[in-house]
């Protein structure tokens, strides 16, 4: 089964020393069961669109590309561009399929993408702008894929989630790229804290290292966190926060041992002090989504619970249509 993606760095879980906030959120206790059950309705599937054309490392000219889900019937459908994770090394557009499913027979058109990282010589700004013109692409297609070029989300988990808070806080309102709500599962929004919620030594040794995340922030060859305050600062979510920004919905796991959790608290109560619409929930005993590579099969089932998506879909529906 493929479910909600994940981040790949760090590859091993830490353990959590600071209580998680839970003061301005909401706690969810879904357990596993029941799981979201797929095959209500029929689809529409578009695979491998190519939507942009980028200049790869060595030169040559390389096709970013999309996968569309649209649901049967009349249209046209609300629009759900969904960013997967990956560390900033991968991005592959097929993670999620079970949940992109889901949304989509909830009838929104669901586009999951591919977009540039670190191992395309990429950094944030990059990856934001894939994003972008993966929105724009569909809105300029929308007959053909039965989209309302008015009714924008964009979706995201861990790396992905980041890149839709950052698509969020950063689009000009009523520009091309406006979205209209914003999902953003245990993603990243200071990376300065990124690894706060694991104590001091861990913290410091992130923040000292150079990694993938340093290098999507620095750009090749780049440094630290550290060494990069102003950098870092730039590529923060909430350094962008504005009263304009559109609806955020933000969750994360109690059990996260990869982005600290207090990274969407700090996000949400930024969001809330400027005058956004935004909701946070905590899910008790979930971790870092999909870690199946890491040999934990079941790390992804609270993320795809009836409770857990029900509240995605009904944030989208209430946003959206």
Not at 198 to 212: D, K, L, R
Request: charged share 15%.
């Amino acid at each position: 089964m493929t479910s909600v993606g994940t981040d790949a760095a760090p590859p091993r879980a830490n353990k959590l020393v600071v209580p998680v906030d839970t003061s301005t959120s909401t706690v969810l206790d879904p357990g596993i069961e029941p799981q979201l059950q797929c095959g209500r309705t029929k689809l529409s599937r578009h695979e491998d669109v190519a939507y942009a054309s980028r200049a790869a490392v060595d030169g040559s000219s390389r096709e970013l590309l999309l996968d569309v889900l649209v649901p049967a019937g009349d249209g046209p459908w609300p629009l759900v561009v969904y960013l997967p994770g990956g560390g900033f090394v991968f991005a592959d557009k097929g993670q999620a399929s079970n949940v992109r499913t889901f949304v989509a027979e909830s009838g929104f058109v669901v586009a999951s993408i591919q977009y540039r990282t670190v191992i395309d010589g990429a950094v944030y700004t990059d990856g934001i702008a894939d994003a972008r013109a993966a929105i724009e692409f569909l809105r300029a297609h929308a007959a053909e894929y039965g989209v309302d070029p008015d009714r924008v989300a964009v979706w995201g988990a861990s790396a992905g989630g980041y890149l839709a808070s950052m698509v969020g806080v950063t689009g000009e309102q009523g520009g091309e790229s406006t979205v209209r709500a914003v999902v953003d599962q245990f993603g990243a929004s200071d990376l300065a804290t990124l690894m706060a919620d694991y104590g001091p030594a861990v913290e410091q040794g992130f923040a000292n290292a150079v990694t993938p995340i340093s290098q999507y922030v620095t750009g090749p060859g780049g440094g630290s966190l550290a060494a990069s305050p102003d950098a870092v600062t730039a590529a923060n979510p909430v350094s962008h926060i504005t009263a304009d920004a559109p609806p955020f919905l933000l969750f994360h796991g109690d059990s996260d041992g990869h982005i600290s959790p207090s990274q969407t608290l700090l996000l949400h109560n930024a969001l809330v002090a400027a005058g956004v619409d935004s909701t946070r929930y905590v899910v008790h005993g979930a971790g870092h989504g999909d870690l199946a590579f890491l040999d934990d099969p079941n790390a992804a089932l609270p993320w795809t619970t009836k409770e857990v998506i029900g509240i995605l879909v009904d944030f989208l529906d209430d946003h959206l249509t």
